[in-house]
């Protein structure tokens, strides 16, 4: 099993940036997929970006082109480099760690793109 803890959530004006990151409790090298979603006010949660061991990528429609996935091995840290938000980004935001069929999840880190 595996803790994941968020950081780097807060207040951001519109067009702004923001990096979020999600350290591990273990190693996360044999972790397949590792990523974030998000859940908006009053939505559900959907996918933002997912990076496998290999480094191959996946992301949500409507961030590519301004959300950027990456993990350090090393570091057992995985990170969401947010640029040009959104309002609409506006939500909090959870890493997940899928290992065989079990499913973790930290408890979210708020994310308000607001002027």
């Known amino acids: 099993q595996v803790q994941l803890v968020e950081s780097g959530g807060g207040l951001v004006q519109p067009g702004g940036s923001l990096r979020l990151s999600c350290a591990a409790s273990?190693?996360?090298?044999?972790?397949?997929?590792i990523g974030w979603y998000r859940q908006p006010p009053g939505k559900q949660r959907e996918l933002v970006a997912v990076?496998?061991?290999?480094?191959?990528?996946k992301y949500g429609d409507s961030v590519k082109g301004r959300f950027t996935i990456s993990r350090v091995n090393a570091k057992n840290t995985v990170y969401l480099q947010m640029n040009s938000l959104k309002p609409e980004d506006t939500g909090v935001y959870f890493c997940?760690?899928?290992?065989?069929?079990?499913?973790?999840w930290g408890q979210g880190t708020q994310v308000t793109v607001s002027s």
């Open positions: 997940n760690a899928e290992m065989g069929p079990r499913g973790y």
């Open positions: 273990r190693n996360i090298f044999s972790i397949n997929d």
């Open positions: 990076i496998t061991s290999g480094g191959s990528t």
